[in-house]
């Protein structure tokens, strides 16, 4: 330990000698060969290389034709195909949509689970989950802007007596590139994949979750439509026709476009229609008739009464009345035909724009359509160009709306278009005001000022570097054999004379001192000094050394 303080100390003192410019050449010059190495494991390092030979097919060289095709990297070593460690996945994907991983696919997985002949069943269930999760997060990574992602299955254990079934179930961790994010497509591919492979697991069973923006995100059954699902519909549909408005009038320079889309409320609906022939059929029909009479008896003879006889009203009826009823039953028109169509929801039923476009424009159009330059006067109010019309105004905004309405018809509705005019006169005049300031220097050139700034940080420390070693290189000037003998200089004869020196005896005379004497003085000096601070001490000294005469 003492060994390495003194030598660290030696170090020390050694470095505390140098001059600064070598401090500085030496820091310079480390910082240098730091930014060296990064830049060199930065942008000269080789990713490692991986073997694919067990996920191709016997045909080397159509595989290795085929991948150097697609772009990928490829070198033969000891027999085997080597691919850089982050093209294999993407080799992986070529091979397979090239029908080139037939032959030895099941090899791939079975080398995956391989173990022990000894091995129970519960084992090699589980050796066999994370081979599956492992294959599909391989493919899902495969997908367009996926960086990574994690697959982790629950598969229950086999039903049996007195057991409910519980179907197996599957989270996706999901790490996009940059910002992107996972949207509502990637999301049913993913949950499709994954429940394809796992036997009696829905589409609904897989939950996709989004790591960079910590959300999750689930298929909804077929007619299951959430508010978030009509929210995300309303800004998709929005996006995409504020989009093409946008791009149908690219060649008007600050036009605001606003659009409102209204969609189904419903996820999916069925749709019946019935057809019946014109005519009715006769089921059944029924006639009934009835007589009702109303009679006198006759007198006859015999045991009864004939008191209330006579012979007007013998041999007659009285009164006679008919009923007749008839009863008709249809069965009704007979269908002829029946259709039964099932509606996808979330589609669009109207779609209302607002457009604002600025009076720059009409002003141009204008002066367009009047021979002149819109810029002419030169901000002059005197000679400033006359402003458009109403009539000009209105026929320009209905080209406009006349442009825009066949893009937002629908089936059922048709589209509403608003199309008005801004002052953007403020607007231009801001605009100017900060493009003349630095703000504008920054918007026109902000693309170069960090690639600049990089080069002018990267030259300065190169030129101070070079300083620095010419400082520490430079050979300082030694004196001359002249001056070192205490010659004085030879004055030139073309100067004039300054003046004249004469070499006499000093005034002072010389006093020899021996070492006692400046012992002796040098001792004064201390006790004088001692006197000076400490007073009290000095005191007490000084009594020691001075004995009184009595």
Not at 86 to 100: F, P
Not at 151 to 163: C, K, Q, S, T
Not at 299 to 324: H, K, M, Q, Y
Request: net charge negative.
């Amino acid at each position: 330990m003492e060994f390495l303080k003194r030598s660290w100390q030696q170090v020390h003192d050694q470095v505390r000698q140098w001059p600064a410019n070598v401090k500085w050449l030496i820091g310079v010059s480390l910082i240098c060969m730091i930014a060296l190495l990064l830049l060199v494991l930065t942008f000269a390092g080789s990713p490692s290389e991986v073997p694919i030979e067990g996920f191709a097919s016997n045909r080397p060289g159509e595989v290795e034709m085929r991948l150097r095709t697609a772009g990928v990297k490829v070198r033969l070593r000891d027999g085997q195909i080597m691919v850089p460690s982050d093209q294999r996945w993407l080799a992986l994907q070529i091979l397979a949509s090239s029908d080139l991983m037939s032959d030895t696919a099941f090899k791939t997985f079975d080398k995956l689970i391989e173990g022990s002949l000894w091995q129970s069943n519960r084992q090699f269930a589980v050796k066999e989950k994370w081979a599956r999760q492992e294959v599909l997060a391989q493919i899902i990574a495969t997908f367009s802007g996926v960086r990574s992602a994690n697959v982790v299955l629950d598969i229950p254990d086999g039903v049996g007596f007195g057991r409910s079934h519980v179907r197996p179930s599957a989270s996706v961790n999901v790490i996009m590139d940059g910002s992107r994010r996972v949207d509502r497509r990637m999301v049913e591919a993913i949950a499709g994949l994954v429940s394809s492979a796992v036997a009696s697991m829905k589409i609904q069973d897989v939950v996709v979750i989004d790591a960079n923006e910590a959300r999750q995100f689930t298929v909804k059954e077929m007619g299951e439509f959430g508010p978030e699902d009509a929210l995300a519909a309303v800004q998709e549909s929005e996006q995409y026709h504020q989009g093409k408005i946008s791009e149908h009038l690219h060649y008007i320079r600050g036009v605001i476009v606003t659009v409102n889309v209204q969609i189904e409320p419903v996820g999916a609906k069925t749709v019946s229609a019935y057809e019946y022939e014109s005519t009715e059929t006769l089921k059944s029909q029924d006639s009934t008739t009835k007589e009702r009479r109303n009679q006198r008896q006759d007198g006859e003879p015999g045991t009864r009464s004939n008191v209330g006889a006579n012979i007007a009203s013998t041999g007659g009826d009285l009164d006679l009345e008919t009923e007749e009823t008839e009863r008709t039953e249809y069965d009704g028109k007979p269908m002829v035909q029946q259709s039964q169509t099932r509606m996808v929801g979330q589609t669009t039923k109207k779609i209302n724009v607002s457009i604002s476009v600025p009076s720059s424009f009409i002003q141009r159009s204008f002066d367009v359509s009047k021979g002149g330059a819109a810029d002419a006067a030169g901000g002059d109010v005197q000679n400033a160009p006359p402003a458009p019309d109403g009539a000009f105004v209105k026929a320009e905004l209905a080209k406009i709306e006349q442009g825009i309405q066949p893009i937002i018809d629908t089936l059922d509705h048709k589209g509403d278009v608003n199309v008005g005019v801004f002052n953007d006169g403020p607007m231009r005049e801001a605009l100017a005001a900060q493009l003349a300031g630095p703000a504008g220097f920054v918007a026109r050139f902000g693309d170069w000022v960090r690639p600049a700034g990089l080069g002018l940080l990267v030259l300065t420390a190169v030129g101070l570097m070079l300083t620095m070693v010419r400082k520490a290189t430079h050979n300082p000037s030694l004196p001359t054999a002249q001056e070192l003998a205490g010659v004085p200089p030879i004055l030139p004869d073309d100067e004039d004379l300054i003046g004249e020196a004469e070499e006499s005896e000093a005034a002072m005379p010389g006093l020899e001192l021996d070492e006692e004497s400046v012992r002796a003085r040098q001792v004064a000096e201390q006790i004088s000094e001692l006197i000076k601070e400490k007073p009290e001490e000095a005191a007490i000294l000084v009594g020691k050394w001075v004995e009184v005469e009595e």
